[in-house]
């Protein structure tokens, strides 16, 4: 069976440091990643979703940026955090979109608060 | 933009009555649907999928889709306080991502 970790769970950062979060999937291979963020009280966001080894697509301009070194795994970086990047960030998988199903499996999830 | 809107709530039922929970979406070309539960502190659960017109029923569960409205709806039935959680819209577009939905709060009351 399929399963996706992600890590760090929790973690406090001050502005300005930088980020990485890590995510990986077993079980599956070529599988879809994607990262969204949760804000307190708010939906998903999209932030960055990858179709393959070094594939990588942005969906909002900020100071984050994705990687895919190996083709089950997912990093979640930043140089230098804002405030602004606080919240819930979710890893997900999804089988390669030429199936019927498109549902999407998530990681346990990272809580960043930035101080 | 692509929209999956829903109810923020909190919807309060007491329990064993028929919790209704719904969603529009702005995208035609939108071809699946999902419905997530999410508990406090959690990361999403899938609890149902839909992909044609009609109604699905699994379990105490049944989503029913509407696409010529543009509508999707999960109905629980015989609710418990087990139910109570963040319930999250999601459907598809651009055939490679999920649109969610900002979730609705369901309070099951003993």
């Known amino acids: 069976s399929q399963t996706i970790h992600q890590w760090p769970a929790t973690l406090v950062q001050p502005v300005g440091s930088p980020l990485s979060l890590e995510c990986t999937v077993e079980?599956?291979?070529?599988?879809?990643l994607y990262w969204y963020r949760q804000a307190a009280g708010r939906g998903l966001q999209l932030l960055f979703y990858s179709v393959g080894i070094g594939q990588i697509s942005s969906e909002v301009p900020q100071n984050l940026s994705a990687s895919r070194p190996q083709d089950r795994q997912f990093i979640l970086s930043s140089k230098k955090l804002l405030l602004s990047d606080s919240g819930f960030y979710l890893c997900?998988?999804?089988?390669?979109?030429?199936?019927?199903?498109?549902?999407?499996?998530f990681g346990e999830g990272s809580r960043l608060t930035v101080l | 933009q692509k929209e999956v809107e829903q109810n923020s709530g909190p919807l309060s039922v007491p329990e064993g009555a028929i919790a209704s929970l719904n969603c529009t979406y702005s995208?035609?070309?939108?071809?699946?649907f999902f419905w997530y539960r999410q508990y406090s502190g959690k990361s999403p659960e899938l609890i149902m999928s839909?992909?044609?017109?009609g109604d699905k029923e699994d379990g105490r569960f049944t989503a029913q889709l509407n696409k010529a409205s543009q509508y999707v709806s999960l109905l629980i039935r015989d609710s418990q306080p087990s139910d109570s959680a963040t319930y999250l819209c999601?459907?598809?577009?651009?055939?490679?991502?999920?649109?969610f939905g900002t979730g609705t709060r369901l309070q099951v009351f003993p």
């Open positions: 997900a998988w999804g089988r390669p979109w030429d199936s019927d199903t498109g549902e999407l499996f």
């Open positions: 995208d035609r070309g939108s071809q699946s």
């Open positions: 839909i992909y044609s017109n």
């Open positions: 079980g599956t291979s070529n599988p879809n």
């Open positions: 999601a459907g598809t577009y651009n055939t490679d991502k999920l649109i």
